[in-house]
């Protein structure tokens, strides 16, 4: 399931779930139940009607799995569906990266974004059990039945690019006019919808693929993947993701659920037909082939996690800019008139998320451009929110790392609870933990390393991370409202009402203190957290 | 009616008031009601079960009545009973001020309790209409008819001393035997349960009440006045009060039913039998003189606001000591093992709210030791509570004054609220307003006086009011929790849970910054005010 209001802009951590509303105070009981694992509180609606507020279990809090390390799961991000949500415009085909819609319809790249969909992927790929795949054509051990169309050819050949088999084929470059078919229907791929290939096209060659969707009638789309930077374009019943219009062996992986449930979302006659599209109710009829190119290590699989992460690491690696930011590239209002930001801001969240996606991709792969990258990351957290950096300050001196570095300060409590995280993870804090967890790496070059990228000895992550910590757990409390937390400090800067945490980001609150408990024993981290989740049994503090 | 309940220790200028607890959530509907002025919420007791909260009609927003003026009314005092409360012991027949017996049972003076019980009759005396009084004996115009005992004597004399007719009498020093005696009962005192005289003893001479109270028993007893340091002592149905070993003349005012009350309630054998006196279940039987001395000026009043104003003023005069300072004599476990405090502390709000009561005595007076004694009060809040005094600073060097000054802070809201009515009460911030509200004193000397008492040219007050009202603008949103308001900031300094304040703590804040923001026109203070109310009527700040 997932839940399209969520509210990417301000939830960073969030898990996905969303509290219901709407049920009148006067339709249901009004007590707390201790024993399930729903939880809710009357709240008021703008209109001054009061309502109960359910949570239901997506907001739940999350308990770290055994210790500590950088380079596991990132907190519950293996329940997150990045793609799925509404304000994701669809997955780009030219960098395999969703593409926001939330403050900006045209469709841009949000950095948190993309760092939390790849992740989310990484996540799933050490949680979830191994995915089924099935190898469709590789040009040599498995060879496909490819029916060849008016003009078309295909032979199969070692290319000397890739050392490997491929497929070339040649064929009109319209889809209307022949083509490389191969019909999967006899092929068992139940389920397995997240194609993968090995690709050159020349010109404007294409691959496409047909299916069909079988709800009250049967519903029958082609989506087409061509060499253009266009994003995403529908017609009649064709679908069109753009590759762009670079040259050379590429890698493609496409969600053919996703890819399919976007655009027909993005067209209003396939809107209403495609509306309950679901895997099970997908079936793969055909690929084909058009124009000149090549192709190899043709794969349906039920899911290629991998392959994400690492378009969203290889994304974060492109487009770092000389700061070592990922700016953004639409205006933000948070409060309008108050608190805004112009294009082009930065945001810690963004690249707290990104160090922790690059240190794992750093892990997993042993390359060190991702280490270097999360390392660069680290520079805008030295640069104050009023000179274009993501820092502010509390008055006495305590640091805040802002999502939004709006003038005046926000101080978001889920942001800094990443942050600390992401310092963490970038082992540079305590080398000798990070040494049992780092594993592939050998920690003392990847802390050579580090200090090499930066030009001076100094441990950065280490003082981010204590100084962020030292703020945390000092200001930690002044986000208790003795019955549930607060999202940020903005009545405190700005004079507007205080800005209460829904029950999604109050539990998201209490899995990332219990993730920090594990990393300082302070009592002011893991008594608050234990005080937060007694406030989801109906408890509060004591009144005087 | 008067609340046993309210806890002094913590109050300072809140309501009298006290939310009524222990109805069942099951047994009330759960709603909040907008029309009344009865508020409520959900609680919970600390055996986990839930109740709903009434917030009875005490627990009531004051707005302040026209512009504010350092010399009217203080707060809602007015609707205040000091003397009244459980934890009084009595009211001292020495110098005519509540002893406390809420830290420790013997009994001692609480400067804050004393201050309050002046400033709480100094607004009766200004609120109420004016008291019905008769007078009995003046030794002139007014003569009562005394029945003379054996071995009794008494006649009208012009004391030289006094400069007025007097009754001198002469009898038995014991009250068993003989004595002049004044039946009351045919003489109209109905509800004037006040005596006032002007009184001069020797040796053991004393004077002594016998009053009725009538409920489903008649029951008399006998309250005596003599020569002793003892406060209070019960014998069967004879009830003693201390005068003091002092000589020469002096004014006695004392409430004969708060009197009995406290005497009946701490003599295990009268408890019962006078639980509930009340004015008009009492009668006064009789008035008698024992042993040799003069008397004058004998009446019986409604109500002698001003002499108790007095008895609290001079209580302060006396007693204020070489720092300015009126030291609390019993230790104080704010949080036991966490925030104590040792014997011989001192209060910022005993230190404001003697001020507020001195500036009014000064005023009304026209009498300047009064006045200097209020600026001499200022003293302490230049000293830290580290060091013995009562100011702390919150990160950023946001000055506090702390009721308790403990370390680590408490930062209680309301008394720098009280505080800072106090400063501006000193008539040194802005003059020019003073002048205006000041009335019977010329402002130029009280600002001379005032700079001559410190022996400087610096102006303490003002500099003490507007440090107090920056730090109470820039963190006052921190006692905001989005539903109500809490109490003190413990949980910053300590890691305890919040302390969340009561309703009728929560209305005195409202109520304090109402009359702040008579003062200071900032609207952080105007708007939560106004979202304060709006708590009281189930509104809550939004959630993101
Ligand atoms: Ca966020
Ligand atoms: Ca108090």
Same mark, same amino acid.
């Given at each position: 399931a997932h839940h399209n209001h969520h509210h990417e802009g301000g939830d960073g951590a969030s898990s996905e779930g969303r509290a219901a509303t709407g049920e009148r105070?006067?339709? +249901?009981?009004?007590v707390i139940n201790h024993e399930s694992e729903v939880y809710g509180r009357v709240e008021q609606k703008p209109d001054g009607t009061e309502v109960f507020e359910w949570s239901h279990s997506y907001s739940r809090v999350y308990n770290p799995q055994g210790p500590y390390t950088?380079? %596991?799961?990132?907190?519950?991000?293996?329940?997150?569906?990045?793609?799925?949500?509404?304000?994701?415009k669809c997955i780009s085909g030219t960098e395999g990266v969703p593409m926001s819609t939330q403050w900006q319809s045209s469709g841009y790249t949000y950095p948190i974004q993309i760092a939390q969909f790849g992740l989310s992927h990484y996540c799933k790929h050490l949680t979830e059990s191994s995915p089924k795949r099935i190898m469709?054509?590789? %040009? %040599?051990?498995h060879q496909a039945s490819w029916l060849e169309g008016v003009n078309t050819k295909v032979l199969r050949v070692a290319d000397p690019m890739v050392h490997t088999n491929v497929l070339k084929f040649k064929a009109p470059e319209s889809s209307s006019k022949g083509g490389a078919i191969l019909h999967?229907?006899? +092929?068992?791929?139940?389920?397995?919808?997240v194609l993968s290939l090995n690709l050159l096209l020349h010109g404007n060659a294409s691959f496409s693929v047909t299916v069909e969707f079988q709800d009250k009638k049967t519903e029958v789309v082609t989506i087409h993947y061509i060499r253009s930077e266009k994003i995403l374009q529908v017609l009649d019943r064709h679908i069109y993701y753009g590759l762009g219009e670079q040259t050379g062996w590429r890698t493609v992986t496409r969600n053919l659920l996703i890819d399919v449930h976007k655009g027909a979302t993005s067209s209003p006659s396939l809107r209403k037909k495609f509306k309950k599209v679901s895997r099970s109710k997908l079936t793969i009829v055909s690929l084909s082939l058009h124009g000149e190119g090549s192709v190899t290590n043709i794969t349906l699989a039920s899911a290629e996690h991998l392959h994400h992460f690492y378009d969203a690491a290889n994304w974060l690696l492109k487009h770092q800019d000389e700061q070592g930011g990922w700016s953004i590239p639409v205006p933000r209002k948070v409060i309008s008139g108050v608190l805004e930001l112009g294009a082009g801001w930065y945001s810690a969240m963004a690249q707290g998320q990104a160090m922790s996606l690059l240190i794992r991709a750093a892990h997993h792969s042993g390359d060190s451009r991702y280490l270097k990258a999360a390392v660069r990351a680290t520079s805008l957290f030295s640069v104050n929110a009023t000179r274009g950096g993501v820092r502010t300050y509390f008055p006495g001196g305590y640091v805040w790392y802002e999502e939004y570095p709006t003038n005046p300060s926000l101080f978001v409590l889920n942001v800094l609870d990443s942050i600390l995280s992401a310092f963490r993870c970038m082992g540079m804090a305590e080398v000798v933990e990070v040494t049992v967890a780092w %594993?592939?790496?050998d920690p003392t070059f990847v802390l050579l390393r580090c200090r090499q990228v930066r030009g001076d000895s100094s441990n950065i992550s280490g003082d981010l991370f204590e100084d962020g910590m030292r703020s945390l757990k000092r200001l930690?409390?002044?986000?208790?409202?003795g019955w549930g937390s607060l999202y940020d400090l903005r009545h405190f800067t700005t004079h507007v009402p205080p800005n209460r945490a829904r029950w999604d980001y109050h539990t998201t609150h209490i899995t990332q203190l219990l993730l920090l408990a594990s990393i300082d024993t302070d009592p002011v981290i893991s008594s608050t957290a234990q005080r937060w989740k007694d406030y989801m049994n109906g408890h509060r503090s004591k009144h005087n």
């Open positions: 105070l006067s339709e +249901i009981p009004c950088p380079t %596991g799961t990132f907190l519950n991000f293996e329940l997150y569906n990045v793609e799925a949500r509404e304000r994701v469709i054509e590789d %040009g %040599g051990e999967l229907a006899k +092929i068992p791929t139940q389920n397995m919808l %594993g592939e790496v930690l409390p002044l986000y208790d409202t």
